[in-house]
């Protein structure tokens, strides 16, 4: 009866989650960015392997590795969109780390809690499954619930290497902490000091041997991934690690609207029961053990701060570290059931401990809300963009902006009628990718461009590969929107909407395929400037001879004091995370 019963409940906290997927199931995927593992997907399928373009050129360009072999199989093996396949492949992960959590709890339990596994399971997932964060990461198609499940095998791994100290808890440790790394890289640290905290806190004696084996196979793995990496990409790590550090977009001018503070305030939530537990329950037999869990995820919450969080709304980077927090909450549990006195024990620590309840429950937020309001950067002064005297063309002033979701629908629509052997330049490149595999994309934010994400984006590079269509960067990339823009032989070259579609669009006048991407184009201005003449507001010159015209005469800042939208292009950090 009481099976049931815990089964019933199970069903019941699983509901928000079931019922947001049924909502989400009529909706395309808005995140941009998971459109990128698609691309790859099917390039693979293709039999182009891991390119990113159909030149075969193999490209380290998406860190989620495990993410992305599932979408590759799903979309070789299942007749859904697009949107479809990438919801599935998150909600995949989900159910797959939902599992893996109780079973590592499971095995975690040395108290009578472990003869009645439904009711951990159900205190297990109700610890995450009624959070918005979680439902939101399990449904929309990006990779943080591959990393939350390689991170609960990770934990699961640590633990029982440090109690038994065998030779398959150490390969599993090993084997773990490569699964986290190619599940996301920026969980090393996770994945590697996890394990030798614990066995350097908690295992068993004598200690140093063992830690010296599981260091050397870890080093083993680091090499393994990094001699892999070069030897089939030509680069130790993703590129995005490379594109996405902090300084290697100057001026990029939504650097601190991705809000660390707000991020981490949105975790802090979500962990709160977790942390109450551990507040309360922590004691000296069970501190090496949460030690071991929990030093890794403060210091990777701290190196967080050293990176751009691009596209990391709902605290995305943070979530796949949640199997730390529940496992540390297990074990006090676990520890406090098992106690003879547990009923005075528990009171004694509520007696002595509730004032850091409170301050934990009060104040931690309040500090956190007041920290993201001092980051947040202040509203735009001036926009990026040229004045209209700057453009000689027929017509005076510039064009209205048009809503950025319909702009990559109607340029997916476009590239997916475009023959292969067309080439396009833009950073905007998620949703289009994934429509278009057959045409070449050139990537201006070095995502999957190893030359611009080693050496910086040339404006001339760039042009020298004659791209037969550009579609601008976004804005927030100041120098590059203004090194193409400014550049003499854009002009000379290509026909030039300077404020078309929101950052402007080129045509190369030469280009074997000019009449498709000028048709396509003229059916996308149809629908967004009804009333407005095409070849009247193409520009025919930049007036650089203008003081307010040229390149560095434009300041930069973010759009509005707030988040950047969510459409943003960018996928990646300098922790190489999409």
């Excluded at 459109?35 to 997907?41: Q, V």
């Excluded at 490209?59 to 993410?67: A, E, K, M, N, Y």
């Excluded at 005075?344 to 004032?355: D, F, G, K, Q, V």
Aim: proline content about 8%; some cysteine; charged content about 15%.
């Amino acid at each position: 009866m009481r099976s049931k019963r815990a089964i019933g409940a199970v069903l019941a906290a699983a509901a928000p989650l079931l019922a947001h997927a049924l909502r989400r199931a009529r909706q395309p995927i808005s995140i941009d960015d998971a459109y990128m593992f698609l691309r790859y997907a099917k390039q693979i399928l293709a039999g182009h392997g891991h390119s990113w373009n159909p030149d075969g050129q193999q490209v380290f360009g998406v860190t989620g590795s495990l993410h992305l072999a599932i979408v590759t199989l799903l979309e070789a093996l299942l007749p859904l969109s697009d949107a479809r396949v990438l919801a599935l492949a998150s909600l995949a992960f989900t159910a797959l780390a939902l599992a893996a959590l109780a079973r590592v709890s499971l095995s975690m339990l040395r108290s009578p809690l472990r003869e009645d596994p439904w009711l951990v399971a159900l205190g297990v997932w109700l610890f995450v499954l009624p959070q918005r964060l979680f439902i939101t990461q399990a449904l929309n198609g990006m990779d943080a619930m591959s990393a939350l499940f390689a991170n609960c095998l990770v934990g699961g791994a640590a633990l029982w290497l440090a109690r038994s100290g065998s030779r398959r808890a150490l390969l599993a440790s090993v084997g773990a902490a490569l699964l986290a790394i190619f599940a996301r890289p920026d969980d090393g640290l996770y994945a590697v000091l996890t394990p030798l905290l614990a066995v350097a806190l908690a295992g068993p004696r004598p200690r140093l041997p063992l830690l010296a084996k599981l260091a050397g196979g870890l080093g083993l793995a680091l090499a393994g991934y990094a001699v892999l990496g070069t030897a089939v990409f030509g680069d130790p790590l993703p590129l995005p690690f490379y594109a996405k550090s902090f300084g290697y977009f100057t001026e990029y001018s939504a650097a601190h609207a991705w809000n660390p503070f707000e991020y981490l305030g949105q975790i802090f939530t979500m962990w709160m029961p977790m942390l109450l537990v551990i507040t309360f329950g922590l004691n000296r037999r069970t501190a090496p053990q949460l030690v071991a869990l929990l030093v890794p995820v403060a210091l990777t919450f701290a190196y967080y701060f050293s990176v751009v969080q691009i596209m990391g709304n709902d605290a995305r980077y943070y979530v796949p570290a949640t199997p730390f927090a529940v496992l540390a909450a297990v074990i006090v549990i676990d520890d406090l059931w098992a106690a003879r006195d547990r009923a005075s024990e528990l009171l004694r620590a509520i007696s002595t401990r509730w004032p850091l309840a409170l301050l934990l429950v009060a104040a931690a937020p309040t500090v956190l809300r007041d920290a993201e309001t001092a980051y947040r950067p202040a509203p735009a002064t001036h926009d990026p963009t040229f004045p209209a005297v700057c453009y000689e063309r027929p017509v005076q002033g510039l064009l209205s902006k048009v809503d950025y979701e319909s702009t990559v629908a109607d340029l997916s629509r476009l590239a997916r009628t475009l023959p292969p052997g067309v080439r396009i330049a833009l950073s905007e490149h998620g949703r289009i990718g994934a429509a278009a595999p057959q045409i070449t994309l050139d990537d201006l934010i070095a995502l999957h461009d190893p030359q611009f994400a080693h050496h910086g984006f040339d404006p001339a590079v760039e042009l020298a590969r004659r791209p037969d269509a550009i579609w601008m960067p976004h804005y927030f990339y100041v120098p590059l929107w203004h090194g193409l823009i400014t550049e003499p032989r854009l002009w000379q070259e290509y026909e030039v909407w300077p404020d078309a579609l929101n950052y402007g669009f080129a045509i190369r006048r030469d280009s074997p395929y000019r009449d498709a991407l000028r048709s396509g184009f003229a059916e996308i201005w149809k629908h967004f400037y009804p009333d407005q003449d095409m070849e009247a507001w193409r520009a025919t010159r930049l007036r650089s001879e203008l003081p307010e015209c040229r390149r560095q005469s434009r300041a930069s800042g973010p759009e509005s004091p707030g988040k950047p939208p969510s459409t943003h292009g960018a996928a990646f950090v300098h922790s190489a995370a999409m």
